[in-house]
C-alpha cells in the first residue's frame, strides 16, 4: 500500500498493540514518532524500529497534558517531516465495580482515553488542515460497543471514542482527511495477560468466548490500521471496525465446553 516515505505518530506505542502498528507501518515505510508514557518504552521500540532498518523517534510525553502533546506533534514534524498518520492508540485500564471505583480511576481513563484522543487529534489536524490531506486512527475498544461489567470507567471512555470518531470523520471529510476507528477484541498483549492474572481470570475459559477459536495478535490490528492509512482507504471514514474473531457478535446461550 502507498505508505512509503510518509510519517506517522503512534501514541501508547512502547508495547502491546502500540508497539505492532508502529512496526507494521515501519515495515510499509513509514517513519514513526513512538510515543510512550514512559520514556524507557519509547525509546526502546524506537531502537528496535532504526535496528530493523526504518526512521523512528522516541516521542515520551503524557497525552493528557496540552502543552506536552503540542511539543511532541512538534518535535514530530521538525525532525521527521509533515504527519500523514496519527494513531490515537495510548490508554488506561480500571476494573472492580463502579460502586468502589474512586473518583481517581475514573479521571485517569477519561484524561487518558478520551480526553488524550481529543488533544492528540487537535494538535495534529491543525497541521494536516493546510495540506488537505491526512489520515487518523483512534483505537477504542469492542468494550466501547458491548457491555462489560465492572469496566464502567474504560467501556464509557472508549464509547466516546467511537463517537468522537463518526463526529470527527464527518468535521474533516471536506478536507480530504479520514477518520476511521478500530475496537479490538481480546488481544494478547502484556495489559491483557498482567490484568487477568491479577484478576484471577482463566485465559483458556477467555477465549472460549471468541468464535475464531482464538486472542487476537496485535498485528491482526496493526495490518487494518495500515489499510485505513493508505491512498487505498481515501474514501473510507467514519467506520468502526471490531477486529475480534467474532467476539462482539457473540452471546452463547449457554457457556461453551
Given at each position: 500500500?502507498?505508505?512509503?516515505?510518509?510519517?506517522?505518530?503512534?501514541?501508547?506505542?512502547?508495547?502491546?498493540?502500540?508497539?505492532?502498528?508502529?512496526?507494521?507501518?515501519?515495515?510499509?515505510?513509514?517513519?514513526?514518532?513512538?510515543?510512550?508514557?514512559?520514556?524507557?518504552?519509547?525509546?526502546?521500540?524506537?531502537e528496535?524500529?532504526?535496528?530493523?532498518?526504518?526512521?523512528?523517534?522516541?516521542?515520551?510525553?503524557?497525552?493528557?497534558?496540552?502543552a506536552?502533546?503540542?511539543?511532541?506533534?512538534?518535535?514530530?514534524?521538525?525532525?521527521?517531516?509533515?504527519?500523514?498518520?496519527?494513531?490515537?492508540?495510548?490508554?488506561?485500564?480500571?476494573?472492580?465495580?463502579?460502586?468502589?471505583?474512586?473518583?481517581?480511576?475514573?479521571?485517569?481513563?477519561?484524561?487518558?482515553?478520551?480526553?488524550?484522543?481529543?488533544?492528540?487529534?487537535?494538535?495534529?489536524?491543525?497541521?494536516?488542515?493546510?495540506?488537505?490531506?491526512?489520515?487518523?486512527?483512534?483505537?477504542s475498544?469492542?468494550?466501547?460497543?458491548?457491555?462489560?461489567?465492572?469496566?464502567?470507567?474504560?467501556?464509557?471512555?472508549?464509547?466516546a471514542?467511537v463517537?468522537?470518531?463518526?463526529?470527527?470523520?464527518?468535521?474533516?471529510?471536506?478536507?480530504?482527511?479520514?477518520?476511521?476507528?478500530?475496537?479490538?477484541?481480546?488481544?494478547?498483549?502484556?495489559?491483557?495477560?498482567?490484568?487477568?492474572?491479577?484478576?484471577?481470570?482463566?485465559?483458556?475459559?477467555?477465549?472460549?468466548?471468541?468464535?475464531?477459536?482464538?486472542?487476537?495478535e496485535?498485528?491482526?490490528?496493526?495490518?487494518?490500521?495500515?489499510?485505513?492509512?493508505?491512498?487505498e482507504?481515501?474514501?473510507?471514514?467514519?467506520?468502526?471496525?471490531?477486529?475480534?474473531?467474532?467476539?462482539?457478535?457473540?452471546?452463547?446461550?449457554?457457556?461453551?465446553?
Amino acid at each position: 500500500m502507498t505508505l512509503a516515505g510518509r510519517v506517522a505518530l503512534v501514541t501508547g506505542a512502547g508495547r502491546g498493540i502500540g508497539k505492532a502498528i508502529a512496526h507494521v507501518l515501519t515495515a510499509r515505510g513509514m517513519a514513526v514518532g513512538v510515543n510512550d508514557g514512559e520514556k524507557i518504552s519509547a525509546e526502546d521500540t524506537a531502537e528496535e524500529l532504526r535496528r530493523a532498518g526504518g526512521r523512528a523517534l522516541a516521542l515520551p510525553a503524557d497525552i493528557s497534558r496540552k502543552a506536552e502533546v503540542e511539543a511532541m506533534v512538534e518535535r514530530a514534524e521538525n525532525e521527521l517531516g509533515p504527519l500523514w498518520l496519527l494513531v490515537n492508540n495510548a490508554g488506561v485500564f480500571f476494573s472492580g465495580p463502579t460502586v468502589d471505583m474512586s473518583e481517581e480511576a475514573w479521571d485517569r481513563a477519561f484524561e487518558v482515553d478520551a480526553k488524550g484522543v481529543f488533544l492528540c487529534s487537535q494538535a495534529v489536524i491543525r497541521r494536516m488542515l493546510p495540506r488537505r490531506a491526512g489520515r487518523i486512527v483512534n483505537v477504542s475498544s469492542i468494550a466501547g460497543i458491548i457491555v462489560r461489567t465492572n469496566q464502567i470507567a474504560y467501556c464509557a471512555a472508549k464509547a466516546a471514542v467511537v463517537h468522537f470518531s463518526r463526529c470527527l470523520a464527518v468535521e474533516l471529510a471536506p478536507h480530504g482527511i479520514t477518520v476511521n476507528c478500530l475496537c479490538p477484541g481480546m488481544t494478547r498483549t502484556p495489559m491483557l495477560v498482567e490484568g487477568a492474572r491479577e484478576r484471577g481470570m482463566d485465559l483458556a475459559e477467555m477465549v472460549r468466548l471468541i468464535p475464531a477459536g482464538r486472542m487476537a495478535e496485535p498485528e491482526d490490528h496493526a495490518h487494518l490500521v495500515a489499510y485505513f492509512a493508505s491512498d487505498e482507504a481515501a474514501h473510507v471514514t467514519g467506520q468502526v471496525v471490531a477486529v475480534d474473531g467474532g467476539q462482539s457478535q457473540y452471546l452463547p446461550l449457554v457457556r461453551p465446553k
